[in-house]
Structure formats: C-alpha cells, structure tokens
C-alpha cells in the first residue's frame, strides 16, 4: 500500500459503506477514520439500534450481507417472528445476530459508556482495525415533517416506505450535541476527507448540522472531495431524490455540490452527468467525472482509487 494520506470519510449507512470496503483495500487500516451518522438511530424492543454505524462496522469486518447491503449475511429471524407472535411491530428487521450487536450496545450504554466507546468496542471484538466514530454520543433524532404529519426518520423510511411528502427536515439534537470525540481532530489533521455518497440531506447533511463540523472542514488544510449519490438526476438508492426534490432542491449532482460548496475542493460525479461539469465548475469546485456505480468489489476499489486521485491533484 505504501505511503499514504490519512483520510477520513463522512458516511451514512449502504452507499458509503460501498465506497469505504474501496477505500479499505487501498488505504491501510490506521491511516482511515470513518465519521457515521447517527441521526437514523432508533430504539427498537428496548434496544439502541445504530443502522449506519452497524453498515459500515458489519461492511468493515466482512459479515454483511452483501445483497441487501445491511445486516450480517447467512442472519435469521427467529427472534423477530416470536416478538411478532407477541404482538410487537417488525417493520424494522433485526436479524438474531444482528440484535447481538444491540443487545451488547445497549447493556454498554447503560452502564455508562459513550456511544464512540461503545463503537470502538464492537469494531475491535469484529477485528475491524478502521477507526469508525459516531457522528455524536449524544441525543440526535432525523425527524422528518410530511403531509401525514413528523415522524422518526426509520419510520419515514422503513415502515411507510418514503410515501408521505416531505415538507421539512427537524435535526433534533442538533443546537445541542457535541461531536464525539475525534470528530472534528479526524476532520483537522486529515490530509483527505471523503464525503461518501450517502443522502446529502439525512446522512451527510446530519453530520454537517453538528456543532463545530462544518466550521472545521471549512478550516482543515485537507483535501476535501466527495462523491455524488445522485447520478443522472436519481439516487442509486433510497428516498435522496424525492426527498431533495419535495423540499424544492432540484435533484442533480449539481445541488449535492451546491450543499457542500462552502468547503468542497473537488467533486466525483457519474459519467452520465458529464453536461453539468461546467456549472458544478462555476462554484469554484473541481470536478472529475467516472463511472461511479459501485456493483461489485472492483467497482468499489476502482473507484476508491479514482478519489484518492483526484484528492492527489488538488494538493
Ligand atoms: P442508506 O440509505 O442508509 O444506504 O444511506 P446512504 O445515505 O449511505 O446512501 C444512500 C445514497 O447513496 C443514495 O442517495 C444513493 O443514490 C447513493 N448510492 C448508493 N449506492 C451508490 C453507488 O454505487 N454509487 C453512487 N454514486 N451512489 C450510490
């Protein structure tokens, strides 16, 4: 692997855990801190479950299931069908082995540990030696304001199947959680920061709403390039598209670059988006343009590569 920046990524949960398994095979452990939101975290039969944080953890120590993107491969539902029989809601599945993991987190937060130390512990007994922060270790709930009225982000998402129209997004917590610690050190001495391509508005745009992360990625002498989760005017995955377009942001690499312009060195948009080079330019931003569709482990490193790349022609 031979001399490398130390790079941190910003992630939300399947498009970034996408580009950190690249980004893994070409950067060696030490040298790669991953920052995740923690605004889709939700309590589900009495357990902290941490979606992003268990995507990248799980992606990271080679157990997820690759075809969903999430969860732990080969995984069963037992438990989940015998709360069923109890009458409990299971819109949200949990695998058995899944809800190890929430069970261990939620027996370490309630006797006293922080989330992050909570995190760091899960990664070294999974042998993840990647450094993986929670956004904050404090309360921070993705609240999401639709036409059939606010409710919690998994709920928006997973249970009504993003089909409410989104009127606004309520970052709670936001005025009042602090960084975890690491987070804005990992933004200041990195030499390259990554905004992975996750939902600019729920994944990134959570991160970006702590106090203190925008302010220290505009001041970080690092590289900063991200990576559009819009390609051809769609998201890949997931609700981004909808989400941006019913809050009146015109879906488009372009608005993604927009969101981040106030700190953003260079932006990596899909070959298909080609035709908006020159506006995403006009922002003052560097632009290269690829195929950025991760769908198997060579796209993911090819694409690692490309951003490191572009990283290195900034400096
Ligand atoms: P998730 O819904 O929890 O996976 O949340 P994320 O915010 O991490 O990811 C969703 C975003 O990632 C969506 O906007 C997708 O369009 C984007 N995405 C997913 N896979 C890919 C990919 O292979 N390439 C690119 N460019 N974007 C992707």
Request: hydrophobic share 40%.
């Amino acid at each position: 692997m031979g001399e490398c920046d130390t790079i941190t990524a910003l992630a939300g949960g399947v498009g970034a855990a996408k580009l950190i398994d690249g980004l893994s095979s070409v950067v060696p452990a030490e040298k790669l801190t991953v920052i995740v939101n923690t605004g889709d975290d939700c309590e589900f039969h009495g357990l902290r479950v941490s979606p992003d944080l268990d995507i990248v953890t799980y992606t990271l120590a080679g157990l997820v299931d690759e075809e969903k993107g999430w969860g732990i491969k080969n995984d069963t539902f037992n438990c989940l069908q015998m709360l069923e029989v109890y009458g409990h809601e299971t819109w949200f599945k949990l695998g058995d082995r899944d809800l190890a993991t929430h069970i261990h987190r939620t027996m370490m937060l309630r006797s006293g540990y922080k989330l992050s130390e909570v995190t760091r512990d899960i990664c070294a007994r999974l042998g993840v030696r990647q450094r993986i922060i929670p956004m904050t270790d404090e309360y921070f709930a993705t609240k999401i304001r639709t036409d059939k009225g606010t409710m919690h982000f998994q709920e928006y998402l997973v249970k009504r199947g993003s089909l409410d129209v989104v009127r606004e997004i309520v970052y709670e917590g936001a005025e009042s959680a602090k960084p975890a610690p690491g987070v804005i050190e990992s933004i200041m001495d990195a030499e390259t920061v990554i905004l992975c391509p996750s939902n600019p508005l729920v994944s990134i745009g959570t991160i970006l709403a702590i106090r203190g992360v925008r302010e220290a990625l505009r001041e970080s002498n690092a590289v900063k390039v991200a990576v559009s989760p819009i390609v051809g005017g769609a998201a890949v995955k997931g609700p981004a598209d909808k989400m941006m377009s019913q809050l009146g942001i015109e879906p488009s690499a372009l608005s993604v670059a927009k969101l981040y312009s106030d700190f953003l060195d260079a932006f990596v948009m899909d070959e298909v988006d080609a035709p908006l080079v020159q506006e995403v330019k006009g922002l003052g931003i560097r632009v290269a343009v690829t195929n950025t569709l991760m769908r198997t482990r060579e796209d993911r490193i090819r694409l690692a590569k490309f951003v490191l790349e572009v990283a290195s022609k900034c400096k």
